[in-house]
């Protein structure tokens, strides 16, 4: 790893955050466009959300009984009913050590 | 109207709480990077220059693996392409700055502070100063981001691996959209992404992060067609 090579990536990924905030105005999208960016949130968190759970650090498909599946409905309906952020990471965690520490043991 | 100052602290506020994922995640990043044997000083650059979590995770794997830097460059070039959906829906809020902030509030636009932001500028739009909320959401992450990776390259991995703490990074995106599973349409498009993340999760350089959410709006427009 070189200073070169984080710097050329540092520059890429700038650019993808400048791009279309300083170089796009808002009359070049047409409203259709805009109703559509609406989207953005439920459109891109879930590639961050699933693989997250259901592919394992090797890159694989976990089990159907993993652990994770039963903390991330855990953090789903906590999250759903407490509107609250923290609640809803501690008991996804929390329901997640529960199974791998004490039942899965 | 709230004052520049409210604004900030406000965004501040606002993204706190994901400081429970981030945080673990910051010290895992920088654990991994001097374990894999890197330059130390190597690995805290990424956080400056580059300042994208999962990115830099796997800029350091492929490198570690002996891949090449292209191909390592690439790759965080495609994972953090996503940031270009979130400056199309930030532009509209954006709009009144000039260009010189427009490219200094580029730098601190991550996902959580664009989630918590977003959220906050649709409930106030008329808001003079609006982007102080997105100020304050990204300084606030930059800050605890550099901290945490910091204290993992000199630390080392303090916090257990058994904890499995990656797992709290789903669990962070799940806070941000739950609230939207009250929307069938919403659903449908959340779902949409999601498999396809799965069925192409090994697509060339890790391009699956960019290709379902291209997929999953042409489905919301699809959706918007069909409610007209």
């Known amino acids: ?105 | 109207m709230l004052s520049k100052k409210q604004l900030f602290t406000r965004g501040m506020l606002d993204i706190s709480p994901h400081m429970l994922s981030v945080i673990p995640f910051g010290i895992i990043c920088g654990a991994i990077g001097v374990e894999l044997g890197f330059n130390p000083y190597l690995v805290y650059a990424m956080s400056f220059i580059i300042f994208g979590g999962a990115s830099q995770i796997v800029f350091l794997q492929l490198l570690s693996g002996g891949g090449s830097s292209l191909i390592a460059v690439a790759s965080v070039g495609i994972i953090n392409s996503r940031h270009l959906l979130y400056g199309a829906v930030l532009s509209e809020y954006l709009e009144k700055l000039s260009f010189i902030k427009k490219l200094l509030i580029s730098y601190i636009v991550v996902d959580q502070g664009f989630a918590e932001s977003n959220k906050f500028f649709k409930k106030n739009r008329g808001e003079e100063y609006l982007h102080y909320h997105l100020i304050g959401t990204g300084c606030t992450l930059w800050v605890c981001w550099q901290f945490a990776t910091l204290s993992g390259i000199i630390l080392g991995s303090f916090v257990p691996e058994e904890l499995g703490l990656k797992f709290a990074i789903p669990l962070t995106f799940i806070a941000i959209v739950v609230q939207d599973l009250k929307k069938l349409d919403h659903v449908i498009v959340m779902i949409t992404c999601g498999l396809s993340s799965l069925l192409f999760f090994d697509a060339p350089f890790k391009s699956y992060i960019i290709i379902s959410p291209v997929i999953a709006l042409f489905v919301a427009a699809l959706l918007l067609r069909l409610k007209k």
Not at chain 1, 11 to 27: C, E, G, N
């Open chain 1, 1 to 105: 790893m070189t200073l070169t090579s984080i710097i050329f990536a540092g520059i890429l990924t700038y650019l993808t955050r400048m791009t279309m905030i300083a170089l796009i105005s808002r009359d070049m999208l047409g409203d259709k466009i805009k109703a559509v960016l609406e989207y953005v949130p439920s459109a891109v968190f879930p590639a961050i959300i699933f693989p997250g759970i259901f592919i394992n650090d090797y890159g694989t498909f976990i089990e159907i009984n993993d652990p994770k599946i039963y903390g991330a409905l855990v953090a789903i309906v906590v999250g759903y009913f407490s509107k609250n952020i923290i609640a809803t990471i501690s008991a996804g965690l929390i329901s997640y050590w529960l199974l791998i520490f004490v039942i899965f043991n």
